[in-house]
DNA sequence: ATGATACATCAACGAACATTGATGTGTCAA
DNA sequence: TTGACACATCAATGTTCGTTGATGTATCAT
């Protein structure tokens, strides 16, 4: 169900798209900023959140199929959770690809590249 | 067109899920990765991920207003960049609401936290 | 056993999104 | 000044997504 985007040399562009996916939905992100509290059971989220119930169900769902949450059963109660490695994938994946801040535009090299920068 | 999803105290959600949907999509991603290698022009985006040009003009377009990247005109060409600022926030974003590895499932508190953690 | 609680799942629908082909606009070379 | 080039934009269409209401399932208290 869930797949880790990165092998030993390349990025899995499909999970990476999916995990982004994820977070493009501002029902989604407010289950994500309470989980970052801790964990939560569903009813807390869906009174936090002021959702029907299949509703967050869904959202849940696409969260849990993106591998950026997991799910405990307890009981009656089933209790979400963040991934902290995948939220750290994620961050990774920005920083990797972003330019150094005052980089050459064209070439992308450091603010301190001299010389051989965009020969 | 663009702003800035964060203020001094609280957070655009709206914002936040117009930065993630720009990259929710294989064909975005694509042309993220070839920005960050530096600047490139439509043409030459068009060519490495073989996409129609109207269809990568929608693209870009979505790129720019989420303002994941800019663009410079310069004669005939159009040249695109990303702005590493707002990847560094994108990365913020989700290293803050990320638990601490190891930290109580139910509280969120650290690994480390003894005592008073989940009373 | 019965009913209530806490969910997941499904089918149906509208809304948002992505793709395509056509047209428009500015720039440049001949 | 004509035509080619490098785009942006638009209208039409298909596809994916999100919402709703209904139904299903497991657990628990009585």
Known sequence: MYHAAMTTTETNI??????????????????????AGGERCV???QEAVA????R?????RVLREAG???DR???????YSLRPEVLEEMAAYLRERKPADGACAACGRGAGAQGE???
Chains 1, 2 share one sequence.
């Open 51 to 54: 959702a029907a119930q299949s």
């Open 14 to 35: 499909g999970q990476v798209a999916r995990w982004f996916h994820a977070l493009s939905d501002e029902t989604r992100l407010r289950v994500v900023e309470l989980l």
């Open 117 to 119: 920068c965009c020969d």
């Open 73 to 79: 059963r307890q009981g009656r109660w089933n209790y």
């Open 56 to 60: 967050l169900s869904f959202h849940l």
């Open 43 to 45: 009813c807390e989220l």
């Open 68 to 70: 950026l949450v997991v």
